[in-house]
């Protein structure tokens, strides 16, 4: 996975990449006070189309991190839309990608907010993102000695940079303990989620996962595969509480995410999860998943932008 590119989005305009910079003194790097959203775009190669998977949705959730921050953005969602738009096309992307908008805060001081004593600037990344290879293979889990944040403190809800230190921790310490991704706690004892994903488990047929008051990310791919579920799997979908030894009793675990997608848990602490193999219910929401994202199921459509089709209609009109 390559986090370079021929150009970046940076306050108003594309610039090349090596350009895309700001002052060491601004508090988003002091503080890392910024608010951000990891957008997906996927390839369909039998359309020869790149489509963002519900950006509006993720602006959306952008503009509420931003609100508990109090950050003004400078820009209108059509503005950040067609600026993302911009730099994919700037980068010729025609394979699937990652992209992040950000907020931040720029020279002042940790107190200032106001948009007369503080600047709040906005840009954009785009690097390619193909999807793992051990969404095949499942990952090895375990649980974290680090609790989630809590929202009395520096609340989950904000996607904020800052927010992703106490991510650090538990994927350095798992990295250190030979696992992959581990499942965090929250203050109460019950699972929140994972560093960068939220958790689901499948008990007796139901598909369960943490409420967005435990702690977690109101997550857009969470959202998405409780809505395949319902719809396409006829599962009955529920949010509540889960603890710890509930995941070593599961059918079948996985993370989900914008960067995971829908990733196997294989084992946690140790516990095998079911067989021990990805299971049947978490394959086929993947594949619900993969073929909504690329287009390949009209219903789900509208969560979709294409990049190309799109330029080529704007182009023609001009």
Not at 70 to 85: F, G, H, K, N, V
Not at 109 to 116: A, I, Q, V
Not at 134 to 155: F, H, M, Y
Request: net charge negative; charged share 25%; with cysteine.
């Amino acid at each position: 996975m390559s986090k370079t590119a021929d150009y970046a989005w940076l306050d108003g305009k594309l610039v090349p990449w090596a350009n895309a910079t700001m002052h060491i003194s601004t508090e988003c790097v002091l503080r890392g006070e910024n608010v951000f959203e990891g957008i997906r775009a996927y390839w369909n190669e039998d359309h020869q189309e790149l489509y963002t998977f519900r950006h509006a949705d993720h602006i959306a959730r952008l503009r509420q991190g931003a609100r508990i921050m109090r950050m003004t953005i400078p820009y209108s969602d059509a503005e950040i839309e067609a600026a993302s738009l911009e730099l994919i096309r700037a980068c010729n992307y025609r394979e699937t990608i990652h992209y992040r908008p950000v907020v931040y805060f720029a020279e002042g001081e940790l107190t200032h907010y106001l948009p007369s004593e503080i600047r709040t600037g906005f840009f954009i990344l785009a690097f390619s993102m193909p999807s793992k290879k051990v969404q095949e293979t499942g990952v090895k889990s375990a649980i974290s000695t680090w609790r989630r944040n809590s929202d009395l403190s520096s609340p989950s809800r904000i996607k904020s940079g800052a927010n992703y230190h106490n991510s650090r921790l538990a994927y350095i310490e798992a990295r250190m303990n030979g696992m992959g991704p581990p499942v965090m706690l929250n203050a109460a004892g019950k699972v929140a989620e994972g560093p960068g994903a939220c958790v689901m488990i499948v008990r007796h047929g139901k598909l369960i996962t943490p409420p967005v008051t435990a702690d977690i990310l109101e997550s857009i791919t969470r959202e998405t595969l409780m809505e395949l579920a319902r719809e396409e799997l006829g599962m009955e979908v529920v949010e509540r509480d889960v603890d710890r030894s509930e995941l070593y009793v599961a059918d079948e675990a996985f993370f989900c995410g914008s960067g995971a997608e829908v990733l196997p848990m294989v084992s946690i602490d140790h516990y095998d999860i079911g067989d021990g193999t990805p299971g049947a219910v978490t394959r086929k929401l993947q594949q619900l998943y993969n073929d909504a994202v690329r287009g390949r199921i009209e219903k789900y459509r509208p969560w979709l932008t294409p990049v190309w089709r799109g330029n080529a209609a704007k182009a023609a009109a001009e």
